[in-house]
């Protein structure tokens, strides 16, 4: 059973939706393909459950029609993937369990593609990249303007499937939905940002630069922001000419699925973006894909560290943000109520899973006689279903993810550390989510550098507390850390801040602001310091950085002579230009 919503309803911001039944993850019916392409070899795909038909395969939600609850799915149905503009169900055996973070019931089946469909996408992408390339800049422009407006229409539809999927709460998940928008917005001023330059070098002669797309790219997704990173890539890839391949992360790949339907809706046309799914052997598959130009990856340091190597020596360009230990810095004399708040919420928000969570706190002097109030205000934080009203956070990605967060937790106690806040055991008062991943907020004190709480990235709703005594020493053990994603500093004195911002090594610096991500719609990057960020951090996504990422720099110079002159003789010198 399921029922559609009015597009007049109001926005699903308001937590207070009534219910309404889940959607089905997948497809609603299969069909044979055809590949429309010359060079890609015909799909012939078959159904677990279902016969052909001649309706074609689609997603089930639609822009107001999609879930509202932790209901169980009664009839779960596979993820399809997407191929010159169709959704086509995998012949894949091989199938990854997606399961709802809050309650553990089966929402779908992730297929992992086989190599002929792996090498059908790029195949598709590499045929569409002529015909895409030669379009103007002005009608690919157009059609990210309709992107933009589709995103909008299907906000809700994307933050239910991600609330489903990944498990953070609906107002999170439009939050999710929003900063992937604004990188889809900025895309829309390309006919600005794309501009070279030109010089007369000499009489007659003139040097221009252009940029130029660089054929097929790919990118490869983690699992925390399921619309927002893909939309890191899809607008700037393929506005600036490019045909892209995308996986999604196999834990969540609804929303990818969602803004694929939108793309295609928006005019990309049949092979200009393709998903494929799976996990490492996919991954593998896109690093050694000649055809593949360039590799955008954004996950952990295990994945990334491989991804970057591998891609690189394959000779392609890869950009690849990495995992965080994001610091804050506590002045004793900040607006204690602005730093105590800010804290909470950036450190405990999406239960976490942030790369740009706030998960250490530097307490300096006195401050650290604030623990035990910032504990009560995390206490206060609701831990519920993510389509529930109340709920302030969900659940964990995956039953893996909460035992691993507990032993991080457990291994803090056993090397010294004083659990403040003890999140494990945790449970909603619902029985309907008695099976989900849940971890409470935790704060763990008197953690020191070496401890393995504090080395390891935890990824959960976990805070850690270091003491120091002076601004010095907190810069220079932040300084010290290996990561160097997000910092932050709360301090009443513009001169405290000032030193600390030019003193610390980190990518993204906040100044009493917990988490200072840049937003996509300015020229500001996503950038990163140290172990955050493969290749010392010269690719960043969007901006001007990620736009030059998925461009190929052209310089040429010409000479048009005003004389209608003949040469008489050859010069062989070097060419000096005056
Ligand atoms: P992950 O590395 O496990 O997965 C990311 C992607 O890599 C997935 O698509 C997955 O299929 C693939 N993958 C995973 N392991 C692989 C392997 N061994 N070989 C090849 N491919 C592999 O990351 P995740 O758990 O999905 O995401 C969380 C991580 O991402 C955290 O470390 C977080 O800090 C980081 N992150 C960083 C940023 C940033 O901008 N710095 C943003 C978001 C997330």
Same mark, same amino acid.
């Given at each position: 059973?399921?029922?559609?919503?009015? $597009?007049?309803?109001?926005?699903?911001?308001?937590?207070? $939706?009534?219910?309404?039944?889940?959607?089905?993850?997948?497809l609603?019916?299969t069909t044979p393909i055809q590949?429309?392409?010359?060079?890609?070899?015909t799909l012939h795909i078959t159904s677990?459950?279902?016969?052909a038909?001649?309706?074609?395969v689609?997603?089930?939600?639609?822009? =107001?029609?999609?879930?509202?609850?932790?209901?169980?799915?009664?009839?779960?149905?596979?993820?399809p993937f997407?191929i010159?503009?169709k959704f086509v169900a995998s012949t894949?055996?091989?199938?990854?369990?997606?399961?709802?973070?809050?309650?553990?019931?089966?929402?779908?089946?992730?297929?992992?593609?086989?190599?002929?469909e792996?090498?059908?996408?790029?195949?598709?992408?590499?045929?569409?990249?002529?015909?895409?390339?030669?379009?103007?800049?002005?009608?690919?422009?157009?059609?990210?303007?309709?992107?933009? !407006?589709?995103?909008?229409?299907?906000?809700?539809?994307?933050?239910?499937?991600?609330?489903?999927?990944?498990?953070?709460?609906?107002? &999170?998940?439009?939050?999710?939905?929003?900063?992937?928008?604004?990188?889809?917005?900025?895309?829309?001023?390309?006919?600005?940002?794309?501009?070279?330059?030109?010089?007369?070098?000499?009489?007659?002669?003139?040097?221009?630069?252009?940029?130029?797309?660089?054929?097929?790219?790919?990118?490869?997704?983690?699992?925390?922001?399921?619309?927002?990173?893909?939309?890191?890539?899809?607008?700037?890839?393929?506005?600036?000419?490019?045909?892209?391949?995308?996986?999604?992360?196999?834990?969540?790949?609804?929303?990818?699925?969602?803004?694929?339907?939108?793309?295609?809706?928006?005019?990309?046309?049949?092979?200009?973006?393709?998903?494929? *799914?799976?996990?490492?052997?996919?991954?593998?598959?896109?690093?050694?894909?000649?055809?593949?130009?360039?590799?955008?990856?954004?996950?952990?340091?295990?994945?990334?560290?491989?991804?970057?190597?591998?891609?690189?020596?394959?000779?392609?360009?890869?950009?690849?943000?990495?995992?965080?230990?994001?610091?804050?810095?506590?002045?004793? &004399?900040?607006?204690?109520?602005?730093?105590?708040?800010?804290?909470?919420?950036?450190?405990?928000?999406?239960?976490?899973?942030?790369?740009?969570?706030?998960?250490?706190?530097?307490?300096?002097?006195?401050?650290?006689?604030?623990?035990?109030?910032?504990?009560?205000?995390?206490?206060?934080?609701?831990?519920?279903?993510?389509?529930?009203? &109340?709920? &302030?956070?969900?659940?964990?990605?995956?039953? *893996?993810?909460?035992?691993?967060?507990?032993?991080?937790?457990?291994?803090?106690?056993?090397?010294?550390?004083?659990?403040?806040?003890?999140? $494990?055991?945790?449970?909603?008062?619902?029985?309907?989510?008695?099976?989900?991943?849940?971890?409470?907020?935790?704060?763990?004190?008197?953690?020191?550098?070496?401890?393995?709480?504090?080395?390891?990235?935890?990824?959960?709703?976990?805070?850690?507390?270091?003491?120091?005594?002076?601004?010095?020493?907190?810069?220079?053990?932040?300084?010290?850390?290996?990561?160097?994603?997000?910092?932050?500093?709360?301090?009443?004195?513009?001169?405290?801040?000032?030193?600390?911002?030019?003193?610390?090594?980190?990518? !993204?610096?906040?100044?009493?602001?917990?988490?200072?991500?840049?937003?996509?719609?300015?020229?500001?990057?996503?950038?990163?310091?140290?172990?955050?960020?493969?290749?010392?951090?010269?690719?960043?996504?969007?901006?001007?950085?990620?736009?030059?990422?998925?461009?190929?720099?052209?310089?040429?110079?010409?000479?048009?002579?005003?004389?209608?002159?003949?040469? =008489?003789?050859?010069?062989?010198?070097?060419?000096?230009?005056?």
């Amino acid at each position: 059973m399921r029922r559609s919503i009015a $597009r007049s309803v109001p926005a699903l911001a308001s937590r207070a $939706r009534p219910s309404l039944t889940p959607r089905l993850a997948g497809l609603s019916t299969t069909t044979p393909i055809q590949a429309s392409k010359p060079t890609i070899r015909t799909l012939h795909i078959t159904s677990r459950s279902q016969q052909a038909s001649s309706a074609g395969v689609k997603l089930t939600s639609t822009t =107001t029609s999609y879930p509202t609850s932790h209901e169980k799915i009664q009839n779960p149905v596979d993820t399809p993937f997407f191929i010159d503009n169709k959704f086509v169900a995998s012949t894949t055996s091989e199938f990854i369990d997606l399961h709802d973070p809050a309650t553990n019931n089966l929402v779908t089946r992730v297929p992992q593609n086989t190599d002929e469909e792996l090498r059908a996408a790029v195949a598709s992408a590499q045929a569409a990249f002529p015909g895409w390339r030669a379009t103007s800049i002005v009608s690919r422009q157009q059609i990210m303007f309709k992107f933009v !407006q589709l995103i909008r229409e299907n906000w809700d539809r994307l933050a239910a499937s991600i609330t489903l999927e990944q498990g953070k709460v609906v107002s &999170d998940a439009r939050g999710d939905v929003h900063r992937g928008l604004q990188v889809a917005e900025s895309a829309c001023g390309i006919t600005s940002q794309l501009t070279g330059e030109v010089l007369e070098v000499a009489k007659d002669m003139e040097t221009r630069n252009y940029r130029e797309p660089l054929g097929v790219v790919a990118a490869i997704c983690p699992f925390n922001f399921p619309a927002m990173i893909p939309l890191w890539s899809i607008p700037i890839a393929t506005v600036t000419g490019n045909c892209l391949i995308l996986k999604p992360s196999e834990r969540d790949p609804g929303a990818a699925m969602i803004l694929a339907e939108l793309a295609k809706e928006a005019g990309l046309p049949d092979g200009v973006l393709n998903i494929v *799914h799976g996990s490492h052997r996919a991954v593998d598959f896109i690093l050694d894909a000649p055809e593949i130009k360039a590799i955008s990856f954004v996950g952990s340091n295990k994945a990334g560290e491989y991804i970057y190597s591998r891609g690189s020596e394959n000779g392609k360009r890869v950009q690849a943000n990495l995992g965080a230990k994001n610091h804050a810095a506590v002045l004793p &004399d900040c607006n204690k109520n602005h730093a105590l708040n800010s804290i909470v919420g950036a450190a405990f928000g999406a239960a976490g899973q942030r790369c740009m969570a706030l998960s250490t706190l530097v307490m300096v002097a006195e401050s650290k006689d604030w623990l035990p109030e910032l504990a009560d205000l995390a206490k206060s934080l609701v831990l519920n279903g993510g389509f529930e009203k &109340d709920s &302030d956070l969900g659940p964990v990605i995956s039953k *893996h993810s909460k035992e691993r967060i507990e032993g991080l937790i457990a291994s803090a106690e056993e090397e010294g550390a004083t659990i403040l806040l003890d999140g $494990r055991g945790y449970k909603p008062a619902d029985p309907k989510f008695a099976n989900g991943n849940w971890v409470g907020p935790t704060i763990i004190t008197g953690v020191k550098p070496h401890m393995k709480c504090y080395t390891e990235e935890i990824f959960g709703p976990v805070l850690i507390a270091l003491e120091v005594p002076t601004l010095t020493s907190a810069i220079d053990l932040i300084n010290a850390n290996e990561y160097g994603n997000g910092v932050a500093i709360f301090t009443k004195s513009g001169a405290t801040a000032q030193a600390f911002q030019k003193h610390i090594e980190c990518g !993204q610096v906040g100044i009493n602001v917990p988490i200072p991500v840049p937003i996509g719609v300015s020229n500001f990057s996503f950038t990163g310091n140290k172990k955050s960020i493969a290749g010392g951090g010269a690719n960043t996504f969007y901006g001007k950085i990620g736009l030059n990422f998925y461009t190929q720099q052209k310089t040429v110079t010409s000479l048009w002579k005003e004389e209608d002159a003949l040469a =008489t003789k050859a010069d062989v010198s070097m060419p000096v230009h005056h």
